[in-house]
């Protein structure tokens, strides 16, 4: 709490925390008494995980449907944030793609795999009637990311999280996610961003901050 109260003055709007368990999933609600901005739980492969976080307030759920087992497992987590009315972000990350799709291209990740990842795990969902998504497709190399993200702009009709995973330290990953945000941002692509740096989250912030005023996204503190 101490830390989201921290990120508030510096500007933070949204913010996410990992659920490893489900005593985490269980603390959102303490949490979100506590702090004022949207709290997002990142969720992997176990949908109790999921289901606990919702009931417990949580505002947004990043987990990838596709992962989580049966179709009961994935339809009991989407009627549950349909009835909360929580949106789903699928979060694609190039360092973690399905072992299927990096045969396809000798081992290796490429744009093209991460978009057909995103598209499998929004299928799963638009079968269950559910299309509150937001999507990332989230690469440590720059040129995928672009590229990613450039494509999933012509192909998906759901709003996009930028970001460049595993940026780097903390002047390094703010050239990196500036050229890979900025550009983007620029291109008027994008929706919601994260800059990911090896510091401070205080300074993860105040660099976004500084993305957005680059590229006319923000003026005195305010997103326009």
Do not use: W
Request: with cysteine; hydrophobic share 40%.
């Amino acid at each position: 709490v101490s830390q989201i109260l921290e990120l508030e003055k510096a500007g933070c709007q949204i913010v996410r925390v990992a659920c490893l368990d489900i005593e985490d999933a269980k603390a959102i609600k303490n949490i979100k008494d506590n702090i004022h901005i949207p709290i997002v739980a990142d969720i992997h492969f176990d949908y109790r995980i999921a289901l606990e976080a919702i009931e417990s307030g949580v505002d947004k759920i990043r987990i990838n449907p596709g992962n989580i087992g049966s179709e009961e497992r994935v339809r009991s987590v989407v009627e549950a944030c349909k009835k909360h009315r929580i949106p789903i972000r699928i979060g694609v990350n190039a360092g973690s793609l399905e072992k299927d799709l990096l045969e396809k291209n000798n081992g290796k990740p490429t744009a093209e795999a991460m978009i057909e990842s995103a598209k499998k795990h929004v299928e799963v969902l638009e079968k269950l009637d559910f299309y509150d998504i937001a999507i990332s497709l989230k690469a440590s190399n720059l040129d995928m990311c672009i590229e990613a993200y450039e494509k999933a702009a012509k192909v998906f009709k759901y709003p996009l999280h930028l970001g460049i995973t595993e940026a780097g330290s903390e002047y390094s990953g703010l050239v990196k996610s500036s050229v890979g945000i900025g550009s983007l941002l620029l291109d008027n692509i994008g929706n919601t961003i994260r800059v990911s740096l090896t510091a401070d989250p205080v300074k993860e912030i105040y660099a976004a901050k500084e993305i957005l005023k680059s590229c006319g996204l923000m003026k005195n503190g305010v997103s326009i």
